[in-house]
């Protein structure tokens, strides 16, 4: 497909928040700026909190966890809201869930935001009631989780160089919106950097 007519472009830093809307047949391309940059992204019916971005039930849909160009990402209804049109690294964690002010306190003794209460800040700003916030709506852009045949879950750094990115093409009209993570250590490489968020016609 053709994204030669950009719309809008937004750069988020790490450990803020964004959201934006985009109409069916439009695509949101997010650009990892500087490389090994971590997004926690969801999505929700234009207007209706209540059916949203579903992982389990994508992964379920797909038969695999490991998602692919020219798959659809499915809601919570099963219906179709993106589907996957270019993907550099197709390396991405879609199991659900997000870093958290709770997590934060048990494991770096921090009381700082994670990106659940920074996503559920761009729920307050939209005047969507937070609790709405599902974690199996959580698609771990760009996050590097390994399964061992152990059994072990292991997260490593992301593979992404700069300017890799995933585009997304709707197929309703959405809300999106993400948190740029600010977990430290292995999750964003050596530090947390900024990613970009571009929507084309």
Known sequence: MSTANL???VTIAPHTGGHGHI?????????DVEGQQVADFVAVKIGDPTEFQDC???SWHHGRYQWREGDTIRSNLMN???TITSDKTANHYTGGGFCSNA????????????????????????????????SVACFNIFMTVNYTPE??????????????YIELRAEMDLTWMVSV???PEVVNGEQPTPLRFETYD
């Open 181 to 183: 993570c600010a977990w």
């Open 56 to 58: 389990v039930y994508t």
């Open 151 to 164: 059994g072990d879950w292991v997260i490593d750094s992301p593979v992404t160089k700069a300017d890799d």
């Open 103 to 134: 997590a934060r306190r048990l494991y770096l003794n921090s009381d700082e935001n994670g990106c659940r209460d920074t996503i559920q800040e761009e729920y307050r700003k939209l005047g969507f009631d937070p609790n709405y916030l599902q």
């Open 80 to 82: 179709d809201m993106w």
């Open 23 to 31: 109409r069916k047949g439009q695509s949101l391309r997010i650009v």
């Open 7 to 9: 719309i809008d472009t």
